[in-house]
């Protein structure tokens, strides 16, 4: 099956600043999503980003399907941005199975 | 709006024992999900619906069914449960096939 590799596994953080964290899949797919996953456990899409690029206040996402990697930057961080960040894909529009990576694990130090 | 919320929060099983988790969705979604979380792992994705009536089969279906006999419910039952699936369920629900909300999680412990 396909493979959902993230980097770096775990990062820290000063408050203001930035990061870029990256999600590397084996095959070609049909659907992305970035998840935000907060210290309490609760989840949260981020983007739904197949191809392209999009940008949500501080968070912006890539993904170069032709490539196989999505990047999602955090500027100027904050605590509240501490968690675990998923990306998952879809290899094929409409079976509804997203495969997630193993995460990139953020703190955010005040 | 509740959005997706589930039923417990938290249970300690024996092996053997049976149980059923409940999800329920107050924004009139099509497609509700089950997931489970192992720790330093990302979902896992157990049984899926496209619509009321429907289930079909994840990525770790073996030792679950569930049924959603009700569009804002979806039901996650463990018939024998075994320490294997000790584990954070999550429910989702969609729209779509994308930009699932989730649930708060339940957690598991099977003893």
């Known amino acids: 099956g396909i493979q959902v590799e993230q980097s770096p596994p775990d990062l820290i953080l000063q408050e203001g600043a930035n990061s870029t964290l990256r999600c590397n899949f084996s095959d070609s797919v049909n659907n992305l999503q970035w998840f935000h996953q907060n210290p309490w456990g609760q989840l949260i899409n981020l983007f739904y980003?197949?191809?392209g690029t999009k940008q949500n206040g501080r968070l912006s996402a890539t993904t170069v399907a032709t490539e196989r990697y999505s990047l999602l930057y955090i500027s100027s961080s904050q605590t509240t941005d501490s968690g675990v960040y998923f990306c998952a894909v879809e290899r094929t529009s409409g079976t509804y199975k997203y495969i997630f990576g193993t995460g990139t694990r953020l703190k955010v130090l005040a | 709006n509740a959005g997706v919320t589930q039923t417990p929060k938290f249970r300690v099983l024996k092996t053997g024992q049976s149980m059923t988790l409940l999800c329920a969705q107050d924004m009139n979604h099509e497609y509700m999900y089950w997931y489970r979380q192992d720790p330093g792992m990302g979902l896992r994705l157990i049984h899926y619906s496209v619509g009321e009536g429907t289930t079909a089969k994840g990525e770790v279906p073996d030792g679950y069914n569930v049924s959603r006999l009700k569009k804002q419910n979806f039901l996650l039952g463990l018939e024998s449960a075994a320490p294997s699936q000790t584990s954070v369920y999550f429910c989702?629900?969609?729209?779509?096939?994308?930009?699932?909300?989730f649930g708060p999680g339940t957690r598991l412990l099977v003893l």
């Open positions: 989702a629900s969609s729209l779509s096939d994308y930009y699932q909300y």
């Open positions: 980003i197949p191809s």
